[in-house]
């Protein structure tokens, strides 16, 4: 009776006694347990990703397995085969070779090129005439102050490595004459050319060209004098200055015309004559009606 008694109290009190007190110290441990776990945590930043805007891709691992075909052996040998592509791009990377190759030749021989001109302006800026001559347009004349026979003028141009005045054609003539009666030192003065009458026509001695042509009826292409050497000779009244014979022994000052590249020389005047072929040829003068003679080839 008395341990009924007894069990029905263990049942009744201690059991639920215990109960209660095991489930507080559960309660007691868990709180214990949340309060390190949030002194461990709260120095500890934790950032959230931002959600993605939409329409980007967000890549990641495939969750297959990759097979045993697909994956790396790193103890294999890479593959040493040229592919198609490899190919293909081998050959583009040659023609660029090929073609910067081509480029620089070209750029260096355009810089040689340039350098030439840039050169030949300088040179050309220069004064190229010898001691004692004159540039008039693109030829160097001497203007003698002495006065010689014809021969001993030629003489005389032939040791500073010219001839005596030869006409080319009438621009030339023009230019030596106009200088000529410019100068106030120079005007006024009978000079001698490279003009010579053997006895049919006027000739140059140098280049045996006729002085004037042959069919010209012009006044101003009538030479007057009986000598056989040529003279340029100023009118008493209007200093122009026109041709005239005389008698070789005379003295008289001298114009001597600079032999520059007997090639170009020779390519300027053939230049000249096909130009002067494809047009009509007009009589022209200087000064008007002065007796100022129209240079002839």
């Known amino acids: 009776m008395v341990n009924m008694i ?12 215990l109960s209660s007190t095991f489930v507080q110290s559960n309660r007691d441990f868990a709180h214990r347990l949340t309060t390190i ?4 945590t709260r120095d500890n930043v934790i950032n959230v990703p ?18 045993a075909g697909d994956r790396v ?5 890479p593959s040493k085969e040229v592919s198609e592509t490899d190919m293909y791009l081998l050959g583009a990377i040659e023609k660029l070779v090929h073609r910067m190759d081509l480029m620089e030749k070209r750029l260096k021989r355009s810089e040689e090129l340039i350098q030439h001109i840039v050169e030949g302006n300088a040179a050309n800026r220069e004064d190229p005439c ?13 203007f003698s102050e002495r006065q010689y026979n014809w021969k001993s003028a030629m003489s005389m141009c032939k040791s500073l490595g010219g001839n005596l005045l030869e006409f080319d054609n009438k621009d030339e003539q023009i230019d030596v004459l106009t200088y000529l009666i410019g100068d106030k030192y120079l005007r006024g003065y009978d000079y001698w050319t490279g003009g010579l009458n053997p006895g049919l026509l006027w000739i140059w001695a140098n280049s ?13 292409d009538q030479i007057s004098g009986s000598g056989r050497c040529l003279r340029l000779t100023p009118n008493a009244t209007t200093k122009v200055y026109s041709y005239s014979g005389a008698e070789c022994s005379n003295r008289h000052r001298y114009v001597c015309k600079h032999e520059e590249n007997a090639t170009d020389k020779a390519l300027t005047r053939i230049h000249k004559a096909l130009k002067d072929g494809s047009q009509q040829p007009k009589p022209t003068t200087v000064f008007g009606s002065s007796p100022l003679i129209a240079a002839t080839v």
Do not use: M, W
Not at 130 to 142: A, D, L, W
């Open 208 to 220: 045996a060209r006729p002085v004037v042509p042959k069919d010209s009826t012009r006044p101003e």
């Open 6 to 17: 007894f069990s029905k109290i263990i049942v009744c009190v201690v059991i639920p006694l």
């Open 50 to 67: 931002v959600a993605l805007p939409t329409g980007y891709v967000v890549n990641r691992p495939s969750q297959n397995i990759a097979s």
């Open 73 to 77: 052996d790193v103890n294999k040998e």
């Open 37 to 40: 776990e949030d002194l461990a």
């Open 130 to 142: 010898p001691g004692n001559f004159t540039r008039i347009s693109h030829t160097c004349y001497h």
